[in-house]
T-cell receptor
Framework: GAVVSQHPSRVICKSGTSVKIECRSL??????MFWYRQFPKKSLMLMATSNEGSKATYEQGVEKDKFLINHASLTLSTLTVTSAHPEDSSFYIC?????????????FGPGTRLTVT | AQTVTQSQPEMSVQEAETVTLSCTYDTSESDYYLFWYKQPPSRQMILVIR??????QNATENRFSVNFQKAAKSFSLKISDSQLGDAAMYFCAYRSATSGTYKYIFGTGTRLKVLA
């Protein structure tokens, strides 16, 4: 099956700094990737849809200037949390849209745990 | 707007027994997809099973099967012969087949414990 990787798996940063999270499709090309945020013991909340070569589409309530998304190639999307604050601490998951034979499916990365101190 | 509801925060099942996880959804669309995803302690989301709304036949994948009741907007997951490795969070998800956005709407999840 399609494999999606994320790097780093864990990151700790100081308040006010920026941190970049990478999402890669390892054995396929992904024109569309998604970024989710998951709070402890909660569901996944879609933050934005990342489209290769164009601007990301953000969900309502997500600050596009704070969560910068770049999808510069067909195998890589990045999420940069700018001027991070402790409330940005969370588990961030990316997924890639993949043709599953009958319809598109999403294959997920292993997630990145961000802790802002 | 579409919503997905999982009313069971936690379920337990004895190893080798059968358990059913509930999911209900609300939509005005007639064409859509429903999914069950498994999130083990590693946090890696894994697709368990998929159901197309236009198909009346319930989807099955080995020990996993669904009971899809379109009129009732119900989509439950049955796990047969439960194994210790089935212990995980299970999320039900909805995706429109017509909007073109391919966005998923997830339920709040059910934590499944498998007792040895």
């Amino acid at each position: 099956g399609a494999v999606v990787s994320q790097h780093p798996s864990r990151v700790i940063c100081k308040s006010g700094t920026s941190v970049k999270i990478e999402c890669r499709s390892l054995d396929f090309q992904a024109t569309t990737m998604f970024w989710y945020r998951q709070f402890p013991k909660k569901s996944l909340m879609l933050m934005a849809t990342s489209n290769e070569g164009s601007k990301a589409t953000y969900e309502q309530g997500v600050e596009k200037d704070k969560f910068l998304i770049n999808h510069a190639s067909l195998t890589l999307s990045t999420l940069t949390v700018t001027s991070a604050h402790p409330e940005d601490s969370s588990f961030y998951i990316c997924s890639a849209r993949v043709w599953g034979g009958e319809t598109y499916e999403q294959y997920f990365g292993p997630g990145t745990r961000l802790t802002v101190t | 707007a579409q919503t997905v509801t999982q009313s069971q925060p936690e379920m337990s099942v004895q190893e080798a027994e059968t358990v059913t996880l509930s999911c209900t959804y609300d939509t005005s669309e007639s064409d859509y997809y429903l999914f069950w995803y498994k999130q083990p302690p590693s946090r890696q989301m894994i697709l368990v099973i998929r159901q197309e709304a236009y198909k009346q036949q319930n989807a099955t994948e080995n020990r996993f099967s669904v009971n899809f009741q379109k009129a009732a907007k119900s989509f439950s997951l049955k796990i047969s012969d439960s194994q210790l490795g089935d212990a995980a969070m299970y999320f039900c998800a909805y995706r429109s087949a017509t909007s073109g956005t391919y966005k998923y709407i997830f339920g709040t999840g059910t934590r499944l414990k498998v007792l040895a």
